[in-house]
Structure formats: C-alpha cells, structure tokens
C-alpha cells in the first residue's frame, strides 16, 4: 500500500512515540518549505482553510497566466514550452478552464467560500459546465456537490450537463414554434406578396448584407496576413488554414441553398438582368431599415468583444 492509499483514520492508530516521530518530521519539513506550524487545534484548522481556498486561486491564477503567456507565445512554442518545464498539457487546460470560469462569473459568485472550497479535480469538472449553469448553483448546491466523491460529483455534474443541453434544444424548439406561430397569424400578403415571400426578401437582403461586412473585415486581415511575411510561417500557415476551411465551409452551404433553389424553379429564372430583384418603395425602405438594424447589432457585438 502507499503512502497515497493509506486512510487519515490510520494515523489515530499509531502508538504516542510515533506521532511524536511524525510531528518531528512534520516540523522538520516545514522548516525546509519555510511554513510556521500554528500553535492551536484552531488556528491550524483556519490555516488549512486558507491554504485550500489559495489552492484554487492560485490555480485560477495559472491559468490567467498561461493565458497571457500563449497569447505572446509563437505558433507551437507554447505547447513546447510546457514540454521543457515539465507541465502537462491537460494541467494547462484545466487551469485555464478555471480561470475563464472565474472571469465569466460574477464577482460575487466567485467570492463564495462554497466555491473557493470545492476541490480542484472537481472544480476543473464544474469549469466545464456553462457558465449559466454554474451561476444558478447556490451555496447549498455547492456544498453538496463538495461532499460527493469525484465519481459520484462527475455524475451530478452530467446531468446538469444532460439538464443544460435539454433547456437548450427546448429553447430552440419554442423559438421555431414561435417564429412560426408568427408567420402564421402574419397576414397572408405582404407589399402584395404572400408573407412569406416578403420575409425570405428582407431577411435575405439583410443577412447577406452582414455576411459582406464580415467578409470584407476578414479580406483585409487576410491582405495584411499574406503581406507581411516577417511573422512566423508556421502561425501563418495555421492563420491561413482557418481561413480556407472555415470559409469553405460556408461556401459550400450557400452553394448547396443555391443551388437547390435553381433546382426548383429552373436557371433560366436567374440568368440576366432581369433576374435580379425588384422592390417597392415601401418594401425597400423596410429592407433598408431591417438591413441597418442587423448590421448595427453586427457591429455592437464586435465592438464588445
């Protein structure tokens, strides 16, 4: 057996000689890691509390650390860095997990002694959750969870995971009920058009419109990526890979919605300028308005990030 399996209950076994030895040795150890052994049963439990909430901010404060560091760090030379210090790289993640955790929580949620006592194996697997789903949890839930083995706390946490993602598809669902509850209590015409028709034209106006500006910020980043060749080629391989295959992929979906509407109604509809789209003043002017409200959300979610 070692040292690792061995119960607490086992120390209250030893004989009065041997504890005096194991606190001799206690003592001694604690000379060399410079730590001052309380005086009293209750300042050494305070001391011990102390040490547990410390453990995991100083956790959080590695992952905060880690953060800024990858973020200076060169394509590959963080993940070869953490090799050279012999720092796993799961240990990296999990500190990181917790210090995003800690930066999207309130400040007075992370101020709960509930959650500064939860161990860290446990508290890597309660930084996995959304961070929703963590907030809801009170003290007393916190509490509770902190008393459960590890197995039995990975239990609990997945069915709040199972509980979180049954809220999500059921949100979902509500909303398409809702939106076509609305399209169906709609009038049937819209600027002389069935509704329906009226909406695919603004919203499709609007949407490409926001797709456009995200495209051209993205082109210009793209220029200055392949103009400056002075960075490190690896990062902007990487950079450049992101580009194709993300943007490939929606290419690839409009080409798909494209062309199953050629499909349907023959290409000899979308072929010259007769094609293109024709709009009612009144029709235009609600797409303009609707485009620039889009395009305006667009633009307060980037400036917030």
Same mark, same amino acid.
């Given at each position: 057996?070692?040292? +690792?399996?061995?119960?607490?209950?086992?120390?209250?076994?030893?004989?009065?000689?041997?504890?005096?030895?194991?606190?001799? +040795?206690?003592?001694?150890?604690?000379?060399?890691? &410079?730590?001052?052994?309380?005086?009293?049963?209750?300042?050494?439990?305070?001391? #011990?509390?102390?040490?547990?909430? &410390?453990? #995991?901010?100083?956790?959080?404060?590695?992952?905060?650390?880690?953060?800024? @560091?990858?973020?200076?760090?060169?394509?590959?030379?963080?993940?070869?860095?953490? %090799?050279?210090?012999?720092?796993?790289?799961?240990?990296?993640?999990?500190?990181?997990?917790?210090? %995003?955790?800690?930066?999207?929580?309130?400040?007075?949620?992370?101020?709960?002694?509930?959650?500064?006592? @939860?161990?860290?194996?446990?508290?890597?697997?309660?930084?996995?959750?959304?961070?929703?789903?963590?907030?809801?949890?009170?003290?007393?839930?916190?509490?509770?969870?902190?008393?459960?083995?590890?197995?039995?706390?990975?239990?609990?946490? %997945?069915?709040? +995971?199972? +509980?979180?993602?049954?809220?999500?598809?059921?949100?979902?669902?509500?909303?398409?009920?809702?939106?076509?509850?609305?399209?169906?209590?709609?009038?049937?015409?819209?600027?002389?058009?069935?509704?329906?028709?009226?909406?695919?034209?603004?919203?499709?106006?609007?949407?490409?419109?926001? #797709?456009?500006?995200?495209?051209? &910020?993205?082109?210009?980043?793209?220029?200055?990526?392949?103009? &400056?060749?002075?960075?490190?080629?690896?990062?902007? @391989?990487?950079?450049?890979?992101?580009?194709?295959?993300?943007?490939?992929?929606?290419?690839?979906?409009?080409?798909?919605?494209?062309?199953?509407?050629?499909?349907?109604?023959?290409?000899?509809?979308?072929?010259?300028?007769?094609?293109?789209?024709?709009?009612?003043?009144?029709?235009?002017?609600?797409?303009?308005?609707?485009?620039?409200?889009?395009?305006?959300?667009?633009?307060?979610?980037?400036?917030?990030?």
């Amino acid at each position: 057996m070692t040292i +690792k399996d061995q119960d607490l209950s086992e120390i209250h076994a030893l004989s009065a000689e041997e504890q005096q030895q194991l606190i001799a +040795k206690i003592e001694k150890l604690a000379g060399h890691i &410079q730590m001052v052994l309380p005086d009293t049963l209750d300042e050494a439990w305070q001391e #011990v509390v102390r040490l547990e909430e &410390q453990a #995991v901010v100083n956790t959080a404060k590695r992952g905060f650390l880690y953060m800024s @560091i990858k973020t200076q760090c060169a394509h590959g030379e963080f993940e070869s860095k953490l %090799k050279e210090f012999g720092i796993a790289a799961r240990t990296a993640q999990d500190a990181v997990s917790i210090a %995003k955790m800690f930066l999207a929580l309130p400040d007075a949620k992370t101020r709960t002694s509930a959650l500064l006592n @939860i161990s860290k194996s446990k508290l890597v697997e309660l930084a996995r959750l959304p961070v929703e789903t963590v907030e809801a949890l009170d003290e007393d839930d916190l509490d509770s969870l902190n008393e459960l083995s590890v197995r039995e706390f990975r239990k609990e946490i %997945k069915k709040l +995971k199972d +509980k979180n993602q049954e809220l999500s598809e059921g949100n979902a669902s509500l909303i398409n009920e809702l939106e076509n509850e609305r399209l169906r209590k709609a009038p049937d015409q819209l600027y002389g058009i069935p509704t329906l028709c009226a909406h695919v034209r603004r919203e499709t106006f609007a949407h490409s419109s926001v #797709v456009n500006e995200s495209l051209e &910020q993205n082109i210009a980043e793209v220029e200055a990526l392949l103009q &400056q060749r002075d960075l490190d080629l690896d990062a902007r @391989i990487g950079a450049g890979q992101s580009v194709y295959h993300l943007w490939l992929g929606v290419q690839q979906r409009i080409n798909k919605m494209l062309q199953s509407v050629v499909n349907e109604f023959g290409e000899e509809h979308f072929i010259g300028a007769e094609s293109l789209p024709v709009y009612s003043e009144d029709e235009w002017q609600d797409a303009q308005a609707n485009r620039e409200f889009m395009l305006s959300q667009f633009a307060a979610r980037k400036g917030g990030q």
